[in-house]
Nanobody, 111 residues
Framework: VQLQAYGGGLVTAGDSLRLSCAASGSIVTINYIGWYRQAPGKQREFLAGITTGGTTSYADSVKGRFTISRDNSKNTVYLQMNSLKPEDTAVYYC??????WGQGTLVTVSS
């Protein structure tokens, strides 16, 4: 099962945006799916993760602003991002622990 992130775009600081991670097949058996991002000149960083049972985890940098959720019926994992800041500008990826990161989706937050 391959994952592809989409839904990025250009927004203004303070705006909200919801990213989607669409799977090529069922995600019911995928134990863990995470969201990550990579800003220009920086290393890729973990943002949020969700297990099959719905247990979530977050990086301190986004806790309280970002929410991860999954809809097994749609084979999709979401990342709701609120109160966006210019420093959230990055390419966002979803991954289930495989080497395939896909193209990601670009989020640009203007000040």
């Amino acid at each position: 099962v391959q994952l592809q992130a989409y839904g990025g775009g250009l927004v203004t600081a303070g705006d909200s945006l919801r990213l989607s991670c669409a799977a090529s097949g069922s995600i019911v058996t995928i134990n863990y799916i995470g969201w990550y991002r990579q800003a220009p000149g920086k290393q890729r960083e973990f943002l949020a993760g969700i297990t099959t049972g719905g247990t979530t985890s977050y990086a301190d940098s986004v806790k309280g602003r970002f929410t991860i959720s999954r809809d097994n019926s749609k084979n999709t994992v979401y990342l709701q991002m609120n109160s966006l800041k210019p420093e959230d500008t990055a390419v966002y990826y979803c991954n289930r622990g495989t080497p395939d990161w896909g193209q990601g989706t670009l989020v640009t937050v203007s000040s």
